[in-house]
T-cell receptor
Framework: KAGVTQTPRYLIKTRGQQVTLSCSPISGHRSVSWYQQTPGQGLQFLFEYFSETQRNKGNFPGRFSGRQFSNSRSEMNVSTLELGDSALYLC?????????????FGNGTRLTVT | SQQGEEDPQALSIQEGENATMNCSYKTSINNLQWYRQNSGRGLVHLILIRSNEREKHSGRLRVTLDTSKKSSSLLITASRAADTASYFCGETSGSRLTFGEGTQLTVNP
């Protein structure tokens, strides 16, 4: 089975712009979670989607949003980018919601905001 | 904010030695999971231990869980240079998996 695929791998944006990141989960996985990883804050949970519905949301401002499509692929969007949004954004899929099954992570999208 | 804390933050050992990393958490958990992350890559799942389990093994990995102390430890035996990575514990409470800050393990050849 192919693993979790995240595109693009690297992204450079300017303050005030918006960005969309994409995640294709493992085939058959219906749960997709997003995490932000920074040196100062570590791994922070953004949100989780299951069968196109947002099931969980972390403590991030409304500039961070996401969605999931019927084929389980997910996108996250960050609007009005700030310098502090520079981070590695990780997507993870699992076979079911609830955290009784392990997460399978992609290699992330490295976002740099200048 | 992070729920759990790993200890130590960094660990440097020689190949062949054992490495022990500890994780403390604050909430009542459903399970606790350990992950490894190589630099600039995604996390890789290592072991999931449920709240009613006390110990679990997988190859050279041994995980213990003490719910009375809200702590877990990961032991890597006979370490190899390829074990160099960051190790994270993730606590599951409800349907959310929350990670600690991680332990950076360096295994010197």
């Amino acid at each position: 089975k192919a693993g979790v695929t995240q595109t693009p791998r690297y992204l450079i944006k300017t303050r005030g712009q918006q960005v969309t990141l994409s995640c294709s989960p493992i085939s058959g996985h219906r749960s997709v979670s997003w995490y932000q990883q920074t040196p100062g804050q570590g791994l922070q949970f953004l949100f989780e989607y299951f069968s196109e519905t947002q099931r969980n949301k972390g403590n991030f401002p409304g500039r961070f949003s996401g969605r999931q499509f019927s084929n389980s692929r997910s996108e996250m969007n960050v609007s009005t980018l700030e310098l502090g949004d520079s981070a590695l954004y990780l997507c993870a899929s699992s076979s079911r919601t609830g955290r009784d099954s392990p997460l399978h992570f992609g290699n992330g999208t490295r976002l740099t905001v200048t | 904010s992070q729920q759990g804390e790993e200890d130590p933050q960094a660990l440097s050992i020689q190949e062949g030695e054992n490495a022990t990393m500890n994780c403390s958490y604050k909430t009542s958990i459903n399970n606790l999971q350990w992950y490894r992350q190589n630099s600039g890559r995604g996390l890789v799942h290592l072991i999931l231990i449920r709240s009613n389990e006390r110990e679990k093994h997988s190859g050279r990995l041994r995980v213990t869980l003490d719910t009375s102390k809200k702590s877990s430890s990961l032991l890597i035996t006979a370490s190899r240079a390829a074990d160099t990575a960051s190790y994270f514990c993730g606590e599951t409470s409800g349907s959310r998996l929350t990670f600690g800050e991680g332990t950076q393990l360096t295994v010197n050849p």
